[in-house]
């Protein structure tokens, strides 16, 4: 159960105390036999009345609680004598009661955070020492977190408890530890990612990752690199593909130097980010060619590129994104593979953010590019090169760069890494298009329901959501704001801040039930920020 959504706070409202009286029966009445059961199962505690309450609630639902109060005698006052004698030297005691939470919400952080809230509380109070009596099949736990046991165990033979106490310094201590053991237990202590890399993956892509490495010359492995090219080339319809160590910064390099050979002038897409960088590796290997460049998000036209087409026939080559990353918008690889077979030009494709996010089919395309650690949903550190003619090394292209250097020794010139490809085989195994196309459409509903503003249409991966804030409202604090709260969206890189964007990216494998709890948050986030704005 996550408790992405939990709000934690001081219980004040009627329906609130409602809801403790049935916690506190369901736990002490039921599960641990201390008090005798009633027809109405609402149990009050008989120091209700100078009881502060933490409470956990989800939406109105009070799933945990943990009461503190300060007026002796304490619970322990009638169970041992002079208790005093076993607390720290000038101790401000407070009593510790009534922990409760509700059994779908246990093995979760809910226990840390009615803690925090607790220990918050009892700072402010002016309380040095909080005491509990610990039930004996959570001390193990108790300790963890930072009550040191001390006396003897309380309670009759049918519930006996460990008198414990904590202080600040105890509980500081133990944090960092008590946060490592949740995440070992739980997993959601790490923050979520909706990144567009590194993305979150596969618990069998990350077990694939941690098998000791193998040599790259094994007959183990190159039987694992051909397994893993075919299986590329059947998701994309590509005759031939070449697996390199490296980024898609380097399949694109080896794009370019192929492009190098080929006779003619170019024409390059630029309506985003990475149009612009697919120009920047034309600029650096010195290759002729011409732009289409328009505004970001702004659509390149079909009748624009035959326009140009038509204007130079020396024109032998189209290289674009497939998916413009910086805003989320898709190309149809079909009408523009159907353009350059009119005109007699080889359509050049970058993929990184496409393969694996929706389907492809690069069967009579040039050259294109993928990697490993976006929508493919491993670990960054792979690129892909797909292409449609069988390629010869070239003495004239640097050896790292020359994919035919790749094709003529079967995918492995040079050294390689068996974790990333273990990794990459596992992850294809779990591709579900539908799915990321079902989730995607449930959170752009829910953000357009929370009233944010967002790139759409036909023509946008469903992988990558673009939302647009308004001028008074600053990406970085909104992002930053989400942050704190577990949830990590993209908007730091440059060309995001400057024109306020936010991205919420589904790329690699994810939980829907998180996603969907992040959204929650995100949509809080946004009406806070709202507010304030408002208020100023």
């Known amino acids: ?44 505690d008989r120091f209700h009345d100078e009881n502060t309450y933490v409470i956990a609630k989800a939406e109105t639902e009070v799933v945990g609680m943990i009461a503190v109060r300060s007026v002796r005698p ?19 005691p407070c009593e510790i009661r009534l922990l409760s939470v509700k059994e779908e ?14 220990v918050s509380y009892c700072l402010e109070m002016g309380y040095t020492t909080a005491l509990i009596s610990g039930t004996v099949r959570q001390l193990k736990l108790y300790k963890r ?12 033979e049918h519930a006996k408890f460990q008198p414990m106490y904590l202080t600040r310094e105890s509980f500081e201590n133990s944090t960092k530890a008590f946060h490592r053991l949740m995440t070992r237990k739980t997993g959601e202590e790490r923050p979520y990612s909706l990144l567009p890399g590194p993305v979150p993956r ?28 075919m299986t590329l080339r059947e998701m994309t319809h590509a005759n031939h593909v ?52 328009k505004e970001w998000n702004e659509k390149i036209t079909l009748n624009e590129i035959e326009s140009v087409l038509q204007r130079d026939p020396w024109i032998k080559w189209l290289w674009t994104v497939h998916c413009e990353t910086s805003t989320g918008y898709l190309y149809d690889i079909g009408e523009l593979l159907s353009l350059c077979h009119k005109y007699n030009v080889e359509l050049c494709i970058d993929a990184c953010s496409s393969v694996g996010a929706v389907p492809v089919d690069f069967n009579n395309v040039y050259l294109a590019t993928s990697v490993s650690g976006k929508a493919l949903g491993s670990y960054p550190g792979l690129a892909l090169v797909f292409h449609r003619d069988e390629l010869e090394p070239n003495q004239s292209i640097p050896r790292y760069l020359d994919v035919g250097m790749y094709a003529e020794n079967n995918g492995i010139p040079y050294t390689h890494s068996s974790n990333l490809l273990g990794a990459l085989k596992e992850s294809m195994r779990v591709i579900d298009y539908e799915k990321n196309l079902s989730l ?30 308004n001028r008074e409202q600053c990406s970085r604090q909104f992002g930053d704001a989400c942050k704190k709260n577990g949830i990590l969206l993209s908007y730091e890189s440059g060309y995001l801040i400057n024109r306020n964007w936010v ?34």
Request: hydrophobic share 40%; charged share 25%.
């Open 202 to 229: 596969h618990k069998k892509v990350e077990e694939a990752f941690r098998i000791d490495a193998s040599s790259h010359r094994s007959s183990a492995f190159q039987q694992e690199m051909e397994e893993v090219r």
């Open 242 to 293: 070449q697996v390199a160590v490296g980024t898609g910064t380097l399949a694109n390099d080896m794009v370019a130097a192929q492009l190098k050979r080929v006779p003619g002038n170019g024409l390059i897409l630029v309506n985003g980010e990475f149009g612009s960088r697919l120009m920047n590796h034309a600029i650096r290997f010195d290759l002729s060619f011409y732009t289409i460049e």
């Open 1 to 44: 159960m996550s408790n992405l959504t939990l709000q934690y706070k001081i219980a004040s409202d009627p329906d609130e105390f409602q809801q403790i009286y049935s916690l506190n029966y369901q736990t002490f009445v039921e599960e641990i036999p201390q008090h005798k059961k009633n027809d109405s199962r609402k149990l009050k």
């Open 440 to 469: 995607s459409r449930k959170v752009r509903q829910l953000l357009k329901e929370g009233g944010f503003t967002i790139l759409e249409g036909e023509s946008y991966s469903p992988c990558v959501i673009t939302i647009e804030l």
């Open 105 to 118: 919400y246990r093995s979760t952080r809910v226990f840390y955070q009615l803690c925090d809230c607790l």
């Open 503 to 536: 991205q919420v990216a589904l790329m690699g494998f994810h939980n829907e039930r998180k996603v969907l709890n992040a959204m929650v948050i995100v949509n809080k986030e946004f009406h806070k920020m709202k507010d304030s704005k408002v208020m100023q």
């Open 145 to 156: 977190i930072g009550f040191r046991p001390f006396a003897e165990l309380v309670g009759d």
């Open 74 to 92: 304490f619970s322990l006052d009638l169970k041992l004598e002079d208790l005093d004698q076993y607390l720290p030297l000038h101790s401000v």
